[in-house]
């Protein structure tokens, strides 16, 4: 089993920054693939970005790409996402989550896909 708890969520203004921490526990050594979604009431859970956890090789959405950064720390089993030149369409809920299975290409990977999930936690961009 795999456990991630997410940190970092708030209230920030357009064009702010924000950092989002996702910490795993458990059994870390089968672990694959860290990713970030999000997703608003009543949308489909969308892909942000995703890590490769042995080579950090990274993949991003089209809409954050070149604002924001995923990245990890191996040591303390954490990654985060790095949200720079945030807009109010930026607001959602934030979901890490971990994928234990081999892998071919982050880009392929569904939300479905993945193996375990952190709770959430909201990010609000105000205009």
């Known amino acids: 089993q795999v456990q991630l708890v997410e940190s970092g969520g708030g209230l920030v203004q357009a064009g702010g920054s924000l950092r989002l921490s996702c910490a795993a526990s458990?059994?870390?050594?089968?672990?694959?693939?860290m990713g970030w979604f999000r997703q608003v009431p009543g949308k489909e859970r969308e892909y942000v970005a995703a890590?490769?956890?042995?080579?950090?090789?990274?993949y991003y959405a089209d809409s954050v790409k070149a604002r924001f950064t995923i990245s990890r720390d191996n040591a303390k089993n954490t990654v985060y996402l790095e949200m720079n030149s945030l807009t109010p369409e930026d607001t959602a809920v934030y979901y890490c989550?971990?994928?234990?299975?081999?892998?071919?290409?982050?880009?392929?990977?569904?939300?479905?896909?993945?193996?375990?999930w952190g709770q959430g936690t909201q990010v609000t961009v105000s205009s």
């Open positions: 989550a971990a994928v234990v299975s081999q892998i071919r290409a982050l880009s392929q990977v569904r939300a479905s896909e993945y193996d375990y």
């Open positions: 458990g059994r870390t050594f089968s672990i694959s693939a």
């Open positions: 890590i490769r956890w042995n080579t950090g090789l990274t």
